[in-house]
């Protein structure tokens, strides 16, 4: 019982943080669908963009640059800031193609918030009837409200020209026009004294989209963080508890091995206990991801996903083979190569 609650816990620790960051990377990349939706270009303010988790959406950090399209292009500014409703915190965004007196809500706030189609919500005095459409935690309502609740703060999305959505200079061309740096990795940020950055989703070099590639931020903040190297420490003390609970086993049971050996069962011997070192392991592997599901469940529920426990339970069993074959396996094996009447000695 002892071995499998000390598996369980390391088990757990690492169940529990990448539940963490598969929950962000999930988070990350409907974020940015949410925002980008199906523009090529996103022009970011120079004090950036950042996930708020109490609304659980992008924020913009800065007023929106101040952009003249070349003929052809189009683009849409988006207001951004936060604002409470009935209570809670939302992700606020204004653009002038929401009308006056409705307030569109993304499925998921209107479910945080218990809200439906043709509800009445007040925003800064003003009656709204509430419209749903997208999956997103942003209350979008129009620019003259949204301004004057959060200003100037936003972005822009910018789509090309018809025939040229899928050109690879597409941020060096509109950034050529309007005087702007431009660059196609997530993780690069604006210069905090510029004026803004645009962010070809277009160009990005590899096999991931720029969503994917900017919700591998949000993982890899956890993962390469505190917590990352928390439950790699977690890990190896759970390997050196199985390796330590079944050398304490081994040892216990020599006489027992040394006669079953001496009789020409040796690797039943070998059988039978890496049969018990298999149903250690596989109870602790139970216990510990159920238990790591249901901590984060509990202490951070908001980011909590099936999809993210799901995706971590699946990474920690890769490690459970190499910890049961060198834990089990390797010390039973050391033990059989002695020769049987060393076994059945006292010493």
Known sequence: MLSVLGIALAIACVVIVRTISSSFAITGADSVTDVVGGAQLWVVPGAGVHYDPDVQALV?????????????????????????????????????????????????????????????????????????????????????????????????????????????????????????????????????????????????????????????????????????????????????????????????RKREFGIMSSIGLADEVLYFFLVESGIVFVTAYVVGVLGGGAAVALVIPSIATPTAWLQAAAMVAAFIPAMAIVGALVPVHRLLQQRPVDLLGDR
């Open 60 to 252: 913009a950090g800065g007023p929106a640059p101040a952009l003249t399209l070349p003929p052809g292009w189009t683009g849409t500014r988006t207001l951004s800031g936060t604002t409470v409703l009935n209570g809670t915190p939302v992700s606020l965004r204004g653009t002038d193609e929401t009308p006056s007196g409705q307030a569109t809500l993304g499925s998921g706030l209107a479910a945080r918030l218990a809200l439906h189609e043709g509800d009445r919500i007040v925003v800064d005095g003003h009656g709204l009837t509430v419209a749903i459409s997208g999956t997103g935690q942003s209350l979008v309502v129009s620019s003259d409200l949204a301004q004057s609740l959060v200003g100037e703060n936003g972005w822009w999305t910018v789509f090309a020209p018809a025939g040229e959505e899928k050109s690879r200079i597409l941020g060096q061309t509109l950034g050529a026009a309007v005087g702007l740096p431009h660059t196609s990795d997530p993780a690069v940020s604006p210069d905090p004294g510029g004026t803004g950055l645009i962010y070809d989703t277009v160009a990005v070099s590899g096999p991931l989209t720029f969503d994917q590639a900017f919700s591998a931020l949000f993982s890899g903040k956890v993962t390469s963080g505190t917590l990352g190297l928390i439950s790699m420490i977690g890990l190896v003390l759970g390997f050196i508890i199985a390796l330590s609970s079944f050398l304490a086993a081994v040892a216990e």
